[in-house]
């Protein structure tokens, strides 16, 4: 009995200088265990005399008792710290400043020039596309454009030199000549749309770059009128400006529409009463447009008695421009980021 008091004396000190969950294991096993001191004298319980068994026996139960207290009280101590350093070594500095990553958002002209062709794809038009440097030919001359109209002066087309004359080749003007590529390798009925990229020798001004874009359409079919032109073109007006939009065609001069207009289209922002978007007018001028001029039918190879057609063209930095009140053009190209992630 004299060891058991022993262990009784000695376990609150032993446990409690044991500094981790696996040296407590050790230790629990050397005073609960199936050699320890208390195990054995369980064991030996039998071997002694019937009347001290009792007592011997209630006080070895209450020093396995305490010294089983003793051990978890220390292991849950022991857990306590061990989750307490953990989190020490966890943890996460609040206040240092982070890298923002920044998404990137399309480029309003992309948002545009793919809001206009969806308008016109809702309604069957295919999307074609055509090469920034082109012909003088598909640009001018299949255009009904001929070789003396100011236009094709070096004022105001940008033309590029490969050394070959007899292959006069530029910086398109305009996307009108992939009406031309289009026709070339397509039968009637023709529903196209071509946004594109643009050049001419202008200088930057709030309203004018020498790169700019538009997108193009065409329409050819029997018996298309001025009346689909007009039809379609308001469509579109309602489509991207709003449902309360009418328009008016003015007469024009384009050299492959005949005849030609200029489309408007009622102020969206003051329902065409005037303000300061439609400088006072109430109207806001937005495309060329007009009836394909037989010429231009029979440079493709059409025959302009079995068909007929219409064609407009409009500036994309325009159309951005007047709908969210940019001021100046340039604007689209220094990509400043604060301007252009206003639009997403
Ligand atoms: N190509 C003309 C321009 O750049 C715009 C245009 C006007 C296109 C009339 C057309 C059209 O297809 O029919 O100013």
Redo the contacts with the bound molecule.
Sequence with gaps: MDELEQVADDAPGLVGAVNSLEGLKGVETELIGKNSVISRMRRGLSALDPDDRPTAGARINEVFTGVQVVIADRRRALEIAEENTLLVSDRVDVTVPNHRVTLGTEHLLTTVMDEVSDIFVSLGYRVATGPEVETAWYNFDALNTPSTHPARAESDTLYVDFGDPSDEMLLR????PV?ARYMQDHVPPVHVVVPGR?FRADSLDATHSPVFH?V???VVDTDITFADLKGTLEYFAKAFFGDGRVIKLIPHF?P??EP?AEMHVSCFACDGSGCRVCSNSGWIEL????MVDPNVFEAVGYDPSAVSG????MGVERLAMVRHGITHIKHFFENDLRVLGQFV
Excluded at 173 to 176: A, E, I, Q
Excluded at 310 to 313: K, L, T
């Design positions: 003007t305009h996307t009108s009406q643009v538009q193009e359409g065409l384009f492959f529409t030609s495309m060329g447009c007009g219409f064609a407009f063209g």
